[in-house]
């Protein structure tokens, strides 16, 4: 099956800094979703994106089907953006399957 | 809008009994939703896709017989743990997809449902 990886598994910012979060995914896919997962385990629509460019406030995602790799970019973080980021490709013939990645861990420090 | 609650959002029972967890899509009509598990600190793992009307699809290695899934409205969906054991406790999420147009709308997610099995 398609293998969704993401990198870094941990990244560790202060707050203010800017950062890129990176989603490989190893075959064609019919869309791409990025989520935050906060501290109480909801996931949070951020983008979904199958090409192109998205921006919503201080965030923004690319994505490059050709080249199978989205990112996300996250400017001016706030504390608030901590938690668990996880992208995820949608497989199959219905749309019927969201394959997810193994997630980024995001600390943000005051 | 694009909605999606889940009921309870934590639970704790005794081995051997079994549990019913709700997902519903408030403000849209949901034909296909889908219930996802999550074990500490790691990524979550489609478990089973429910069409309204229909049987469910299960992935390959979950037990359909352990997980009954039910969809019997564009609006709702139960996954029953039957029989639960401790190696059943672990954190289940829900989500629904928009009934209409493109079979790829983006998926929403409920907030999850943590279960305990003692």
């Known amino acids: 099956g398609i293998q969704v990886e993401q990198s870094p598994p941990d990244l560790i910012l202060q707050e203010g800094a800017n950062s890129t979060l990176r989603c490989n995914f190893s075959?064609?896919?019919?869309?791409l979703q990025w989520f935050h997962q906060n501290p109480w385990g909801q996931l949070i629509n951020l983008f979904y994106?199958?090409?192109g460019t998205k921006q919503n406030g201080r965030l923004s995602a690319t994505t490059v089907a050709t080249e199978r790799y989205s990112l996300l970019y996250i400017s001016s973080s706030q504390t608030t953006d901590s938690g668990v980021y996880f992208c995820?490709?949608?497989?199959?013939?219905?749309?019927?399957?969201?394959?997810f990645g193994a997630g980024t861990i995001l600390r943000v420090k005051s | 809008g694009a909605v999606v609650s889940q009921h309870p959002s934590w639970v704790i029972c005794k081995s051997g009994t079994s549990v019913k967890i709700e997902c519903r899509s408030l403000?849209?009509?949901?034909?296909?939703m889908f219930w996802y598990r999550q074990f500490p600190k790691q990524s979550l793992m489609l478990m089973a896709t429910?069409?309204?009307?229909?049987?469910?699809?299960?992935e390959q290695g979950v037990e359909k017989d352990k997980f009954l899934i039910n969809h019997a409205s564009l609006t709702l969906s139960t996954l029953t743990v039957t029989s639960a054991h401790p190696e059943d406790s672990s954190f289940y999420i829900c989500?629904?997809?928009?009934?209409?147009?493109?079979?790829?709308?983006?998926?929403?997610f409920g907030p999850g449902t943590r279960l305990t099995v003692l």
């Open positions: 989500s629904a997809r928009d009934g209409w147009g493109s079979p790829y709308n983006e998926q929403f």
């Open positions: 075959d064609s896919v019919n869309n």
């Open positions: 994106i199958p090409s």
């Open positions: 995820a490709v949608v497989v199959g013939e219905y749309g019927n399957k969201l394959v």
């Open positions: 403000d849209f009509q949901a034909t296909t």
């Open positions: 429910s069409n309204e009307g229909s049987k469910a699809t299960y």
